[in-house]
């Protein structure tokens, strides 16, 4: 649920059966306590790699029967002698987010219906939905009487519709909050609990501000190799603002002695590993500006507003960073549409 990509099941399960061919007498695991027998080593780790692949050969099955990924979050489920197994716990990941997992990595996220590639925007969506149950007061009615039922889920997604149309319906945040933090609760995995209740804070305007990599040990932030660093850069180019813009700049690291090249060209920003000749500008800087502008510390603009960034060609290195964007970690948003999160800076 944290947002990575695909893992792929049958690598994983077949990555453990090496380990079970060691035959060890204690396994000492990343994650929870040693284990000690090599009865108890072979145990812990051939059911966790049946749950893996039980998991993904069930959910193969499924897809090829034409099932679609909300149906395989039903109906697959481990069998008793693997769901009680007093290592297998759905105390971190679950099988539902699992299975959801692997049809996307699979199939794609299209499930086969022409109207999903295609549909309405998302606001307007919204105001249908809510025009076809009755309007605001009829929804917050049906997500008052689903809580009490306990569809804790179902209230807050009609209640997700009327905060596309008003982000800020104070009354509607909170009883969406209501509703997550009750469903939260009763979680025993815990990603599923934390998420719904970090987004019940977040939607009460209780959440603390969220922090960027630049919170993580200074070794690490200072390791970070200078070219990965500018290579992040063209995920935050503003394409939109420079579309008719060639600019190729030279990013000089002086206290590393390092020097590559960022390309604008009509919306897209190529990275050049080697230092470019024939460059427009150089940008000089140390490393740990480069650090913090990736750590959403600080944007590019600003370090060369405040001269922790220096240029041959102030006025075009002025242009030339202003088409990035930094990072606002306050502007996403867990509990409302993003869209609209954006939009209102919420």
């Not at 007061?137 to 807050?156: G, L, P």
């Not at 897209?268 to 140390?286: G, I, S, Y």
């Amino acid at each position: 649920m944290r947002g990575t990509r695909y893992r792929d099941p049958v690598n994983w399960y077949k990555a453990v059966d090496v380990l079970r061919s060691f035959n060890a007498e204690t396994m000492v695991p990343s994650h929870g306590r040693p284990v000690y027998g090599q009865e108890n080593v072979a145990d812990v780790l051939t059911a966790y790699r049946d749950a893996i692949q039980y998991s993904h050969d069930q959910t193969i099955r499924l897809i090829n029967k034409g099932y679609l990924m909300e149906d395989l979050a039903e109906l697959v489920n481990l069998p008793p002698h693997l769901a009680e197994h007093p290592w297998l716990g759905e105390f971190y990941g679950s099988v539902k987010n699992s299975v959801r997992q692997f049809y996307v990595g699979y199939i794609g996220w299209y499930q086969g219906d022409p109207w999903e590639v295609d549909r309405v925007e998302p606001n307007r969506r919204a105001e249908l939905y809510v025009e076809s149950m009755g309007g605001r007061n009829a929804v917050m009615d049906n997500a008052r009487a689903a809580i009490e039922r306990e569809e804790f889920t179902w209230a807050t997604e009609i209640l997700t519709y009327l905060l596309y149309q008003n982000p800020n319906d104070t009354a509607v945040r909170q009883l969406k909050a209501t509703a997550l933090r009750e469903w939260g609760y009763r979680q025993i995995t815990t990603t599923w609990r934390m998420w719904a209740l970090t987004s019940a804070m977040e939607l009460e305007g209780t959440l603390p501000a969220r922090s960027g990599i630049g919170e993580q040990n200074e070794d690490i932030v200072d390791a970070f190799p200078v070219s990965a660093a500018i290579e992040l850069l063209p995920a935050r180019l503003a394409a939109e603002r420079c579309l008719d813009v060639n600019i190729v700049a030279r990013f000089s690291v002086s206290d590393r002695n390092e020097a590559y090249g960022l390309e604008i060209r009509q919306g897209v920003a190529e990275f050049h590993a080697n230092n470019p000749d024939n460059v427009d500008l150089t940008l000089e800087m140390e490393a740990n500006v480069l650090n913090e502008v990736i750590a959403g510390q600080i944007t590019l603009a600003e370090a060369l507003d405040n001269g922790d960034i220096s240029s041959d060609e102030a006025e075009l290195a002025e242009e030339f960073v202003s088409y990035f964007e930094g990072i606002d970690y306050q502007s996403i948003s867990l509990s409302i549409p993003v869209n609209n999160a954006l939009r209102t800076g919420l």
